[in-house]
């Protein structure tokens, strides 16, 4: 049994050689992205690691932090802001400008119950974020994915979705797209959250039904104790209370990473699957919905309209 109650994974002895590999992580510069990053460099010694962050500044100290335990680590910085589709072009043509193959695509950064707010196009914050953002980067790196899976030697390629067990803090219907254009300040900033999670569980499980070939999951990596709580400290007596609890209950970054780390290198992933800590196929509330074939066609097909002519 591992460290949550699901299968033993620990990432000295089970991180296979990732020689050769290329790795990309969003959010790669704190948190469970960072920690990630830092197990994939320690143990499995992939060729390149892109950390991308929004800060070249951030990113840049957060490779050097890593590099005082692995120093002959080669990860590379990767600006990439997902508020802005500019941004994620940017980051998608610097990345294929580089590297002609991509081995695993970790969409790990996120945001959790901010206040009201629109992304550059207009997306209500936290799905703009969360899903839409990430979506574009995806397809834009879909190319190259497809065809490191292509090559002789076939490779495992793998896209890794940070999703969330707020998923289930969606909208009972699992997809109210009816204020995903607006601030989102008519809607309970906890909803707006989980329906971000719900979609980021529906992209991967419709990613995988489209593209065989690649081996897409989404991972809750539990409670953990990362910058996403902050947000907690600066809201209603609600949210302080709840931030409060979750600083309680969380685990560490090592700990929290494992799952997501577990999803990208274990041979017993199963594609389009949605899992808990370690390895555990997700349950409880929302589940029925993150493995609707039929919404994640819908959620799938909804974003793809809105990314039309987004091209590089």
Known sequence: MGLFGGVSFTPSK???????KVILVTGGNSGLGKQSILEFAR???????????????????AIDDIKKTVPDANI????????????????????????????????????????AGQTKEG?????????????????LLLPVLRATAARPEHP???????????????????????WLKTDGSAVYTFTRYGQSKMANALFARELARRYPEITAVAVHPG????????????????????GAIMSRLSTSLESGARNQVWASVSKDVKSGEYYTPVGVVGSGRGTSNARNDELAKKVWEWTETELKGQEI
Do not use: W
């Not at 495992?156 to 997809?175: E, K, Q």
């Open 14 to 20: 089970d991180i296979p050689s990732l020689d050769g």
């Open 43 to 61: 143990y499995g010694k992939p060729a390149k690691i892109y950390m991308a962050a929004r800060s070249a500044e951030k990113a840049q100290a």
């Open 76 to 115: 590379v910085p990767l600006p990439l802001d997902l508020t802005s589709f500019d941004s994620i072009k940017s980051a998608a043509k610097s990345f294929l400008q580089q590297s002609d193959r991509l081995d695993i695509l970790m969409l790990n950064a996120g945001i959790m119950t901010t206040p």
């Open 123 to 139: 997306y209500e914050i936290q799905f703009g974020t969360n899903h839409v953002g990430h979506c574009l980067l995806a397809k």
């Open 156 to 178: 495992d390629v793998r896209v890794v979705v940070l999703t969330s067990a707020g998923l289930g803090l969606a909208p009972s219907s699992g997809f109210d797209e009816s």
């Open 223 to 242: 409670v953990v104790n990362t910058n996403l709580i902050v947000p907690f400290a600066n809201t209603g007596l609600i949210q302080k209370v709840v």
